[in-house]
């Protein structure tokens, strides 16, 4: 092995499991610097949930994780400790939250004999230049995990904090992300012990610190969503193609973004290669809703728990060769709808 080139070496490793990885890195100083250097490209830790949850949230039988300082692989040079402490000074708190403190993060994986909780436990306002060290070594090893789901109820990562911890991280590409199947978002307008949460947090962090892999879903339920949203959120939707497969929005105020969707789909743009490729958008209302006059293959039926469906496609106006699949599926005891828009291929 010590005898092959590194790139070769790199090809061999990336057939190894995360386990088999870590035993390697325990057996010389050059393995381990080797695999730490392209771990992006290996494989993950992989757990089956993320969530931040409060003290009284935890379950019964948990393992919880020592965050002890040790040893660390980053330097930490007079100007970045500077920007440490200023940021204790100030009181930068490392969650966004409706709790305040006594925050954890919570993990569940599977094994042969069942599922296994870890509970972590980090400062919400690090106190000291200790404790800022062990909370980037946490969200270091964190990022470089495999989540199935992850869960942000009301409560997020600071991105401030973030930047602060991993000095300017907007300047490296990519920047240090949580890896996550499906994700679930609860926007909120939060202010408690002079901690803003708002749902431009929940949207900033989702683009900055999330690496979805099959679907982000954000619900707005108690938000109001004003033009300054839904223009933040259709212009998420229409460049965001290459970091979100698929994006669920939930509120009852979204008929303007869904109209904004519809007209740039079909007269706007000529050219959606940058789009979501699969958008719903859940409890909208459309009470007056009539079937588009340039509607092609249409169905109607019946769905379940006595909904009624319309599916039907659409080519863009000035493009035919640009179609889209929408379904529309109410309620017959409302007029609220779920909303699907996906791209077809040409």
Known sequence: MFFLPPEVQLDVFKYLNFNQLFSVKQTNFYFRNLISKYERELARMEFFELSIISENEKCRSYTEIENKLGNFEFTLNNQLRKRWQQAIDKAIPLFLNKYGSGLLLYMKTFVDEGSRCYILKLPTFPRNID??????????????????YAYFDKCIFNLQIIDILFDNYH????????????????????????????????????????????????DFTN??????????????????????????????????????????I?????????????????????????????????????????????????????????????????????????????????
Request: aromatic share 14%.
């Open 131 to 148: 404790e800022m060290i062990i909370v980037r070594c946490c969200l270091e090893q964190l990022f470089n995990c495999a989540f199935k």
């Open 223 to 264: 938000i109001r969503i004003t033009k300054k949203y839904t223009n933040i959120l259709f212009n998420i939707l229409i460049n965001g193609g290459n970091k979100f497969p698929k994006i669920c929005l939930t509120s009852f105020m979204l008929k303007k973004l869904y109209e904004m969707i519809m007209e740039y």
């Open 171 to 218: 300047k490296t590409i990519p920047p240090p992300q949580f890896h996550v199947q499906k994700s679930y978002l609860f926007a909120s307008n939060i202010f408690a012990s002079n901690i803003y949460l708002l749902p431009t947090s929940v949207l900033n962090f989702s683009l900055n610190n999330l690496s979805i892999f099959e679907s982000l879903n954000i």
């Open 266 to 346: 079909q007269t706007t743009s000529t050219d959606c290669s940058k789009m979501v490729a699969f958008i719903k958008l859940n409890c909208v209302s459309l009470p007056n809703f009539k079937l588009n006059e340039r509607a092609e293959n249409i169905e109607i039926g019946q769905g379940n728990n006595a909904s009624k469906y319309t599916k039907y496609q659409i080519a863009n106006y000035y493009n035919p060769k640009l179609r889209f699949s929408i379904c529309n599926n109410v309620w017959s005891s409302s007029a609220s709808f779920y909303i699907q828009i996906k791209k077809m291929k040409e």
